[in-house]
């Protein structure tokens, strides 16, 4: 069923939505990714935790990798919320794109742009017409291929993105992350009157696959929509540095109580 805030947009008005919503994510995610490496170090390794002693100081460090976990998760949950008019989420992307006469305009609009491509310049002008004519029929030829091939990509982008949302949704997000922030972080819920019983299925490291397959979901989501992709090696391998060079940096010289 659609959801209310997208059924009184045109088709064109949820394309252009929703190419900017998807270019927010990738920036809410890229900003993310400097977290997921400070907890890598600070809750996933013994870099700091090797040097604190038995001490009133461990209560302060706990409370240090708890404050750090849960603002991943909150983020992270953020990410994930529900789709809504107000909310920039995967799932207020996925409510946009989902109708058939959206994901074609992105099919005719990347057709379109690759089969209008010019045909690029030679370094030394062609003289002989026939062999001109020849080159200009091989160019036609060959973007048309393309905007073929890019074109039909989008349908298998948008396809293969809509079911691991729906997948990683029920598996890491309804009763796992977003669940974990309602009940415990965000919310002081008195479970008798929420009727929320029923067990939170969130571990430690669950979070990062999380991460790892939102960054997935979106890389082929912004490929689909807005036809570039995103240096995530490149925005980890930096955020991780970042983070090695502050908390290996880090010395504690915490007497024993």
Known sequence: MPQPFVTRMTVEERVERAKSLTSKLISHANALMASAENNAIVL????????IPKSYAANAFNELQ?????????????????????????????????????VDRFV?????????????????????????????????????SRAEEESWKVQVRVK????????????????GVREFRDRYIAHNLNLDLSNKHRPVSLQYGDENRLFLYTTRILDRLHLALNGTSFGWDMAREHAKRNATELWTSCEFNIGRE
């Open 44 to 51: 996933y390794t013994d870099t700091l935790a090797a040097q």
């Open 66 to 102: 708890r404050s750090m976990h849960y603002y991943f998760l909150i983020r992270l949950s953020a990410l994930w919320d529900k789709p809504s008019q107000d909310r920039e989420s995967i799932l207020s992307l996925i409510a946009l794109i989902d109708d058939a006469a959206v």
């Open 108 to 144: 005719s609009d990347t057709y379109a742009y690759h089969s209008s491509l010019a045909e690029p310049r030679y370094v030394t002008p062609e003289e002989d017409p026939d062999v001109s004519e020849m080159l200009r029929q091989h160019w036609l030829a060959e973007r048309v």
């Open 160 to 175: 293969s993105a809509r079911r691991m949302v729906d997948f990683i949704a029920r598996r890491y997000v309804d009763e």
